[in-house]
T-cell receptor, first 115, second 112 residues
Framework: GQQLNQSPQSMFIQEGEDVSMNCTSSSIFNTWLWYKQDPGEGPVLLIALYKAGELTSNGRLTAQFGITRKDSFLNISASIPSDVGIYFC???????????????FGKGTKLSVKP | NAGVTQTPKFRVLKTGQSMTLLCAQDMNHEYMYWYRQDPGMGLRLIHY???????AKGEVPDGYNVSRLKKQNFLLGLESAAPSQTSVYFC???????????FGNGTRLTVT
């Protein structure tokens, strides 16, 4: 079935560092979304992207909808301790969600603080 | 404004027992979804609904049933629980097919 490849699976951050993660697919997506999940809670939307090439910021977060429509990345600048959590990419395409626009999720990138 | 509310938060079942998970949203959203989250697997769609009285299968529907008798509620049923259904279950809703999902805080289910 359809898959989103999200990388890296996990990473350690030190306060102040910039962080980058991405998602790729073998097929074209119409929508890319980035969510963050804190322990014991549901995912919360960070950024939504709807057009190829679109670059959108939300505070220290920046995400881009790849020009080929097969990838997206999320950057976090000047990381702080509360950035830890699991970040998920999600997308919809006619191949997967059809006309209903159902989302398929990546497996997540777990952000932890360097000891 | 509560958003998406899931009950219960935790549940332990024995193999073969049945239960129903309730999802309620107060945002007048048309679309509602049930996902399961397993370690290293991300979120996988079980069933969804595009409006009151409608349901459809997602990626992993086997062993589950759903009902959407009222627009604000979406029920997920397990008729005969199996250990493979041990997971965290998330309900989500959205107003349109291409608008972002709003998630509840999850139900942690353990089947022994």
């Amino acid at each position: 079935g359809q898959q989103l490849n999200q990388s890296p699976q996990s990473m350690f951050i030190q306060e102040g560092e910039d962080v980058s993660m991405n998602c790729t697919s073998s097929s074209i997506f119409n929508t890319w979304l980035w969510y963050k999940q804190d322990p014991g809670e549901g995912p919360v939307l960070l950024i939504a992207l709807y057009k190829a090439g679109e670059l959108t910021s939300n505070g220290r977060l920046t995400a881009q909808f790849g020009i080929t429509r097969k990838d997206s990345f999320l950057n976090i600048s000047a990381s702080i301790p509360s950035d830890v959590g699991i970040y998920f990419c999600a997308g919809s395409s006619l191949n997967y969600g059809g006309s209903q626009g159902n989302l398929i999720f990546g497996k997540g990138t777990k952000l932890s603080v360097k000891p | 404004n509560a958003g998406v509310t899931q009950t219960p938060k935790f549940r332990v079942l024995k193999t073969g027992q049945s239960m129903t998970l309730l999802c309620a949203q107060d945002m007048n959203h048309e679309y509602m979804y049930w996902y399961r989250q397993d370690p290293g697997m991300g979120l996988r769609l079980i069933h969804y609904s595009v409006g009151e009285g409608t349901t459809a299968k997602g990626e992993v529907p086997d062993g589950y049933n759903v009902s959407r008798l009222k627009k604000q509620n979406f029920l997920l049923g397990l008729e005969s629980a199996a250990p493979s259904q041990t997971s965290v279950y998330f309900c989500a809703s959205r107003i349109l097919y291409n608008s972002p999902l709003h998630f509840g805080n999850g139900t942690r289910l353990t089947v022994t």
